[in-house]
């Protein structure tokens, strides 16, 4: 019924990690420290604001 | 996924579409009336053993793609006071409104508000969402729908009671004894 095949992994160096996070800050129209306060206070400027904080806080902080 | 073993999961995700797209719900190519996206982070849990998830979003979203419905959001130890799983409901609401008004929050729209739902360690998973959508007749699903979300969700319930026995093993040696196991806690066993 369902299978795996469609899924892709893209493996990222530090160097695409970056990339990505510039993308996904373009996306939004905001830096990085714009979206830190918005998340502080639980509103977004917009929704792709919104996402784009989830993955960029993912790639950005620390792990553990 | 990065160097650190963290990883993004998205619809055709990647690193020139960070946000990912959103799926249209529909088996016939006709138009779909809902829409979901969503975003998956994943990281290594304190153990650095076992990989679990730091955040997720999902969002129904209307027959154009881009109105957002409801949003369903998780944030393992979020910036905010606000809940870890919690859901934004979006759209006007007329009562919702006048309760932010008569607070003195009339700057706040009813989908600022974070409504809990079942905490980090019992919240709903993708398959419930995409559960919601066929039982209420949003959607139509395949033949044998049921297993193949039943297959998930069961797997996930386990991931998540395995994760509650080890943050809470004296709760689980306690259950497992009051019906009729054995337990017995080994010196070196992790506290």
């Known amino acids: ?38 998340a502080e ?9 919104r996402r784009a904080w989830f993955v960029v806080s993912s790639l950005v902080a620390p792990t553990g | 996924m990065d160097p650190r073993n963290r990883a993004v999961i998205g619809y055709k995700i990647g690193k020139n579409n960070p946000l990912g797209e959103t799926i249209p719900f529909t088996i016939s190519g006709s138009q779909a009336p809902i829409h979901l996206d969503f975003l998956h982070t994943l990281d290594l849990d304190h153990s650095g053993e076992f990989l679990t998830t730091s955040r997720s979003t999902y969002t129904l979203r209307a027959e154009d793609a881009e109105t957002p419905i409801v949003t369903y959001d998780f944030v ?12 934004h409901l979006h759209g006007q ?17 009813p989908a600022d508000l974070h409504i809990p739902v079942g905490g980090r ?19 139509t699903p395949r033949e044998g729908w049921q297993d193949a979300l039943e297959r998930g969700r069961h797997e996930y319930h ?4 395995r994760a509650a026995v080890r943050r809470f093993p004296a709760q689980a040696a306690e259950v497992l004894t009051n019906t009729g196991w054995q337990v017995t806690r080994l010196p070196d066993s992790p506290s």
């Not at chain 2, 130890?77 to 870890?84: C, S, V």
């Not at chain 2, 360690?121 to 959607?139: A, Q, S, Y």
Request: charged fraction near 30%; aromatic fraction near 6%.
């Open chain 1, 1 to 38: 019924m369902s299978s795996h095949d469609d899924i892709q992994l893209e493996l990222l160096d530090e160097s695409d990690v970056r990339e990505a996070i510039t993308n996904a800050l373009d996306a939004a129209e905001c830096t990085w420290e714009e979206l830190q306060r918005q």
């Open chain 1, 41 to 49: 206070s639980g509103r977004f400027s917009s929704e792709v604001a």
């Open chain 2, 76 to 87: 393992r130890e979020p910036p905010n006071p606000y809940p870890e799983a919690h859901i």
């Open chain 2, 93 to 109: 609401s007329d009562a919702l409104q006048r309760m932010l008004d008569s607070c003195g929050l009339a700057e706040r729209k």
């Open chain 2, 121 to 139: 360690r019992f919240r709903p998973c993708l398959e419930d969402i995409i559960e919601f959508c066929i039982l209420e007749e949003l959607v």
């Open chain 2, 158 to 161: 386990e991931q998540q009671l």
